[in-house]
């Protein structure tokens, strides 16, 4: 494939989990990629901030990338909570400015990252056409966004993914809490009736490429097949990681009071996805590579 062929694509918050998946699954000779970071910038990627208005119209107008795929959010849901215009600006308004920034660009396209936050929990796990409901300012500004993005284009994606987990070093998600709390004999309380579809973050990376390369457009859910409690899928995890699932506590949402609510049956089907022939692995399956590339990495 020619150099003139090949597609520059933007991954905005390419040091996140999934973003980084992106950067790796898109280095490939049909795609000249690029990323943007921000409290954890390093070499090469472009410095953003998406809380900081203009910032964002400004990077796309510079890179001007045929796709960008907006990965970067304020995912701290209690953070959300606690401060409303920080999650719209970094969550709406921002990804609004980018979508107005990518129609300005011949053929531009823009994917937009959302949640299954964007329901209430009360019937999940939802499809593309369910009704939304968000139950906290994180879920709120993520619909907003979803909104504002396919409301500037019709060729724009919204691909909404739910409890992601992979292998990453120095990573904070779910999993990596649990295998480092759980390595050192500490206890985890876990929900015990928050259930989802966990999803393991490389086959997500890899529904995106693919999403691309038919030119999804509209709302795609993507997920893994499984819908388990929070609690259900750290004992399945610890039991495939050789640790202790003893250590592992269950509490009620309600106990926790926390400032922000939490949808309890959550989680998203995927016909849709599957229509398009990509199919995403369940939790064993991807707790079973989650633990060879843990084993890698000692390996290194
Ligand atoms: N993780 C999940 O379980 C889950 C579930 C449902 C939906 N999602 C959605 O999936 C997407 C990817 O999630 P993830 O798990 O990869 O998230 P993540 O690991 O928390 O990464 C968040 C990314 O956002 C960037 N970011 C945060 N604040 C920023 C700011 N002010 N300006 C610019 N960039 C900023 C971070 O940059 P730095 O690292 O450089 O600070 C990082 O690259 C998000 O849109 C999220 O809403 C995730």
């Not at 999934?18 to 490939?28: D, E, Q, T």
Request: charged share 25%; proline share 3%.
């Amino acid at each position: 494939m020619s150099y003139s062929s090949t597609k520059k694509i933007l991954i905005i918050g390419a040091t996140g989990q999934l973003g980084r998946l992106c950067l790796r699954v898109f280095s490939s000779e049909k795609y000249q990629v690029l990323g943007t970071g921000f409290s954890r910038l390093s070499s090469g990627l472009v410095p953003l901030d998406l809380s900081k208005e203009g910032q964002a119209a400004e990077v796309v107008s510079r890179v001007r990338p045929d796709i960008a795929v907006i990965c970067g959010a304020m995912t701290d849901v209690e953070g959300c909570e606690s401060s409303r215009e920080k999650a719209f600006q970094i969550n709406l308004k921002s990804p609004a400015d980018i979508a107005r920034e990518m129609k300005k660009i011949p053929g531009g396209k823009l994917v937009f990252l959302s949640t299954d936050y964007v329901f209430d929990g009360t019937s999940g796990p939802y499809d593309e056409n369910s009704l939304t409901h968000p139950l906290n300012i994180y879920g709120e500004s993520k619909l907003e966004g979803e909104k504002a993005v396919l409301e500037v284009s019709d060729k724009n994606l919204v691909v909404r993914t739910t409890t992601v987990y992979s292998f990453q070093a120095g990573g904070n998600n779910f999993t990596m809490q649990l295998l480092k709390r759980l390595s050192q004999k500490e206890k985890m309380l876990v929900a015990s009736d928050q259930w989802a579809t966990p999803t393991y973050a490389q086959d997500l990376a890899l529904a995106l490429e693919k999403l691309l390369e038919v030119d999804a457009r509209g709302i795609i859910h993507a997920a893994g097949p499984d819908f388990v409690s929070r609690l259900d899928f750290a004992q399945e995890a610890a039991r495939i990681l050789k640790l202790d699932p003893n250590l592992i506590q269950g509490f009620l949402t309600s106990e926790l009071k926390q400032k922000a609510k939490r949808p309890l049956k959550a989680g998203l089907r995927t016909e849709r996805l599957q229509m398009v022939g990509h199919l995403m692995r369940g939790i064993r399956e991807g707790l079973y590579d989650f633990a060879e590339n843990l084993r890698k990495s000692f390996i290194k």
